[in-house]
């Protein structure tokens, strides 16, 4: 199966805006919506761009074996549900997972022919400023993911590919990803 590809990297580096800018572009592929706990935010609804369920729903997903993947990602869980990824498994479209590394780890595992893309913050100062900017995050959370974040950016020689989305330059990120995805 070549046909899986993984967006991942640091939170807030900008994954979810380069999927929607391949959206936008027209471009045919299927994405797998991640599940989540975490409340949902201000201008997000149910499946854009999580599906919020409480902890005791994703608990029982966890129990019955119904995930791909699954982490506690700073107190909430995240994963991907085994029947959102086999109903396109025998799909020719792109599937598109968007997770943070530890997903994109156990994805490589179950599926090792994945292509895993990193998307990078031109530097952590950077990221700070977009994480900030956000205004989603209490100071020592921003503290704890740009911590993360750099032991992230550690390894980048476990990924297939490195994605750098420099400030200012997000069509260029794109289009590296589209080139991945599709050539």
Do not use: C, H
Request: no cysteine.
């Amino acid at each position: 199966m070549n046909n899986i590809f993984v967006v991942s990297g640091p939170s807030g580096v900008g994954k979810d805006t380069i999927i929607s800018e391949l959206k936008k572009q027209g471009l045919e592929f299927r994405e797998i919506i991640t599940t989540t706990t975490r409340p949902m935010r201000q201008g997000e609804s149910q499946g854009n761009p999580y599906w919020f369920i409480s902890k005791e729903e994703f608990e029982d997903l966890i129990r019955k074996n119904k995930l791909v993947e699954w982490a506690d990602v700073y107190g909430y869980y995240y994963g991907s549900q085994k029947k959102d990824v086999e109903k396109y498994l025998n799909d020719s479209l792109p599937i598109i997972f968007k997770v943070d590394p530890q997903g994109a780890k156990t994805i490589k595992k179950e599926f090792p022919n994945s292509k895993v893309i990193f998307i990078a913050p031109e530097n952590i100062d950077n990221l700070e400023k977009r994480l900030k900017k956000r205004g989603q995050d209490k100071p020592e959370v921003i503290k704890k993911r740009l911590k993360e974040a750099r032991e992230e950016i550690k390894n980048l020689s476990f990924w297939d590919a490195v994605v750098i989305n420099k400030e200012g330059k997000l069509n260029e990120a794109v289009e590296k990803v589209k080139e991945i995805i599709f050539k």
